[in-house]
């Protein structure tokens, strides 16, 4: 074989490799039905004291199953149907918490977090953000067609009590998802937003994982899987990001991060952080994980949750 054909094959084999990769990785990170849960959700689920945390579940759980509660479906601007947990508080003018959860997660995960919300006087609405839960969809928005469910959901709530005051809180992808709607143009019943432990863009996110979990470079597999998603999913990771919505944001935002966050790392918090234009504050809870800063920093949490809310808005906690 001539040396420009054996050039040829290998640049053929190579091409193939990047192809099945990026094939592989798109599965991974971005399909429902994927193998996702095997390395980003087993690094993104692994909880310290894990029996405290299955039994603070089954308490929330048991929780929701005892207060009137219903399960509300509503159309996509894309056609998908949504689906949502959803409890009225029986206060007259109580407000929303319109909350999100996190990747390859649910809303019913979140009962938690409701439950702080609920017997703070709230009404409580906790999508399944899509391709999670009850709710349609054949890939992972990431946050960023997620935004616009988010405000389909306000919508959702003005329809009911066209006075009513929303707070939006995510954890992880749910905290990108507030995030990134905070660039919309939202009502000016969005009184405020929290951010716990969200990512400052998908392109970001994705090459972190990519380098701690495969030990790789953005490029090729960064670039094939970005013009896959455009393709498949009709966005990109770049676009996709956080700290551009917020350089647009008005509503005030607390972002929230765990210092020993190996899942969406701790500098992230000061990059979006920075690119907030909105009346904004910050918490770093030490030596929590991802998603942890709840359970370490314990009562200190809600209290600068409730007390930033209450700083910016009529609302108390």
Known sequence: MPW??????VLLV?????LALTLAFYRLALNPKGQKRRVFGASHNAI???????????????????????????????????HAHCAKNPLDAAPWALICHGYTSKGA???GVARRYNEAGYSVLLPDLRGHG??????????????????GWIDFILAREPGARVVLHGISMGAATVMM??????????????????????????SYQLKAIFGLPPFPVMYLADLMTRLRAGYSFREASAVR????????????HGTQDRFVPFFMLDEVY???????????????????????????????VFGFIKAHSSLAG
Not at 4 to 9: T, V
Not at 134 to 151: A, C, F, K, P, T
Not at 245 to 256: C, H, N, S
Request: a negative charge.
């Open 134 to 151: 009850e709710s349609e969809g054949h890939y992972i928005g990431m946050g960023w067609h997620d935004r616009l469910d988010v405000l």
């Open 274 to 304: 920075a690119a907030c234009a909105s009346p904004k504050d910050k918490l770093a809870v030490q030596g929590a994980g991802h998603g942890g800063a709840a359970r370490e920093a314990g009562e200190a949490y809600w209290e600068k």
């Open 245 to 256: 919505q917020l350089k647009k944001a008005r509503v005030p935002l607390l972002f929230i």
């Open 4 to 9: 420009w054909g054996m050039a040829l094959l």
């Open 181 to 206: 709607a905070a660039g919309e143009a939202l009502p000016e019943n969005v009184v405020a937003g929290i951010s716990d432990c969200g990512f400052t863009s998908v392109w970001a996110e994705f």
């Open 14 to 18: 190579l091409a193939a490799g990047a």
């Open 48 to 82: 310290p004291r894990k029996e405290e945390h299955k039994k603070r579940a089954e308490e929330a759980r048991a929780w929701w199953e005892s207060i009137p509660n219903e399960d509300i479906f509503i159309s996509a601007y894309d056609g998908l149907r949504l």
């Open 109 to 111: 995960d979140m009962f």
